[in-house]
């Protein structure tokens, strides 16, 4: 086949729309919204603080290290300071402290994070990068469903106190471009709040596609990079995938996946 139609339009699995939690601090309400993410089959990056793991009022490091086996266990400062007002020394040591420790205990690299108060500036990214973090969250919402080409900078779609209203228009979201809904907050507010039944909603509203990828921030990064890594011949008769991870595609709009290595298009 010459001049083969390659669309690079697909998840994994051949889905075509993917969600994605993050949620901050890892306070003992972690324990409630994780069962309620393994009830609709979610995924949550979870940002934690080294220095208040174990504590009364946050999640058990055991509970970090059984949680890492289906979730992603993240930064978020071993201090949780505001990291542009540090200097160089703390900054760098209050990075890499935390993810140290955590790497201590799920037994894996870490990638990812999650900016304390949602502030950085320009040192802040080039230390994490610096550090082997990989892509780092804001708070700032974008109310849209794109993906950063800098993933260190990379904006959440909203916050869940407009979970709902975003989760019913991704479900109506046509484009055929890799759409991500990237819904973030803190468990604790739904305690505070009394108002658990909000996530409860939007999972129960996203249930109702069945062509959603439900995978962590770090999934998600490395399906990116991937795609982004493929080399596609000239004549659309070859890709060759140099990553570890699988990307699918419709080539003349059949569904076809590129694992890593080379695959000829027939």
């Not at 699918?248 to 590129?258: P, R």
Request: include cysteine.
């Amino acid at each position: 086949m010459v001049n083969a139609k390659i669309r690079f339009n697909l998840f994994p699995g051949g889905k075509k729309k993917c969600v994605t939690f993050s949620y901050d601090d890892g306070p003992v309400y972690d324990y409630i919204l994780t069962e309620i993410f393994d009830r609709f089959g979610a995924k949550c990056t979870y940002n934690l603080n080294s220095n208040r793991i174990d504590r009364e009022d946050t999640i058990s490091a055991d509970f970090m290290r059984e949680l890492s086996t289906r979730h992603e266990i993240a930064i978020h400062g071993f201090n949780h300071p505001f990291w542009e007002k540090c200097n160089h020394d703390q900054l760098v040591a209050d990075i890499y402290e935390d993810k140290k420790f955590l790497e201590s205990v799920i037994k894996k690299p870490i990638i990812g994070g999650a900016y304390p108060y949602g502030t950085y500036n320009s040192e802040v990214v080039k230390t994490l990068d610096a550090l082997g973090i990989k892509f780092c969250r804001t708070t700032n919402a974008t109310f849209n469903y794109s993906v950063p080409n800098n993933f260190l900078e990379w904006h959440p779609t909203c916050h869940h106190k407009n979970g709902v209203e975003c989760a019913k228009n991704f479900l109506c979201y046509r484009y055929d471009n890799l759409p991500v809904l990237y819904i973030w907050g803190h468990s604790y507010e739904f305690n505070d709040n009394d108002n658990w039944e909000e996530m409860e909603e939007i999972l129960t509203v996203l249930s109702e596609s069945d062509d959603i990828w439900y995978a962590t921030n770090g999934e998600i990064y490395d399906y990116f990079t991937a795609m982004r890594a493929l080399r596609v011949d000239l004549n659309g008769n070859s890709v060759y995938n140099p990553t570890a991870t699988t990307v699918y595609a419709t080539v003349d709009g059949k569904q076809m996946s590129f694992p890593p290595g080379l695959t000829e298009i027939k």
